[in-house]
């Protein structure tokens, strides 16, 4: 296996290659009916369209001549980056995107969890998990990357590639939730965009000191967020597809 390993997912690249896995998953989804040019997250308030990739849908957004190529992308997913998720919401976790009770019940079916609900509502192809700043200081990693995996399952089960991402905080004290999502990344073979290292050349991380170190610093922690985001759905749109990379 030639794959990065997990216990040292502080090195894996930022922007994430794709598998051959990976691949599959998405054909799969095409032969389903989930909509090529959809992307869609599950998360807390930092996944929220007016911190999270909303920008692209506003002429608010500078890529200069060295990221031009970017629009292409920006004008390929169109409305994704405005769209609001019913996976999405104020204090949502890794347990809780998995309960009914969590949805939002004037667009969710009774028994559907707030994942469940967003896949059947707007059908994406990709999905942007961004959890694990709300899991409670000292509660078991092992726990998380059970909840998480079984959210990534669902994902897949329904035709949509799952993009993970680490975060910039580290609420737990040990960096085990970074830990436990690349390990997940590696055990399902799907793309992981390393938020966190690239964080790491902003001052204080990205993060906030003044707001605990939990929140993004503004505007560098947001802006490097949504940019490396950016780029990684760039980078499996071009794979996918086999369109040329960019020049590094």
């Not at 009770?101 to 961004?130: G, H």
């Not at 204080?204 to 780029?231: K, M, V």
């Amino acid at each position: 296996d030639t794959r990065p390993d997990p216990a040292r997912w502080s090195e894996w690249p930022v922007i994430p290659t794709l598998s051959a896995t990976a691949r599959q998953i998405y054909e799969y989804g095409q032969a389903q009916g989930m909509h090529a040019q959809r992307f869609s997250s599950v998360g807390d308030c930092q996944s929220e369209p007016n911190v999270f990739m909303g920008i692209y849908a506003t002429d608010r957004y500078w890529l200069g001549d060295q990221y031009q190529y970017l629009q292409e992308t920006i004008d390929y997913f169109g409305d994704s980056f405005d769209h609001q998720s019913a996976a999405v919401r104020d204090g949502l976790s890794a347990p809780t995107a998995l309960s009914p009770m969590w949805a939002d019940k004037t667009l969710c079916q009774s028994d559907e969890s707030p994942v469940a609900c967003e896949l059947r509502l707007y059908q994406p192809a990709f999905v942007f998990i961004n959890l694990g700043t709300n899991w409670k200081a000292g509660a078991s990693a092992a726990r998380y990357e059970q909840y998480l995996r079984q959210i990534v399952d669902q994902v897949i089960r329904a035709g949509a590639l799952p993009i993970l991402s680490t975060k910039a905080d580290n609420v737990e004290g040990d960096h085990s939730l970074n830990r436990a999502t690349a390990q997940v990344a590696h055990d399902y073979d799907v793309p992981l965009w390393n938020f966190w290292l690239a964080a790491q050349s902003l001052e204080n991380g990205g993060l906030d000191p003044e707001r605990d170190n939990i929140y993004l610093s503004f505007p560098d922690g947001w802006d490097r967020r949504n940019f490396t985001a950016l780029q990684s759905l760039d980078a499996i749109r071009r794979a996918l597809f086999n369109l040329p990379q960019p020049a590094p």
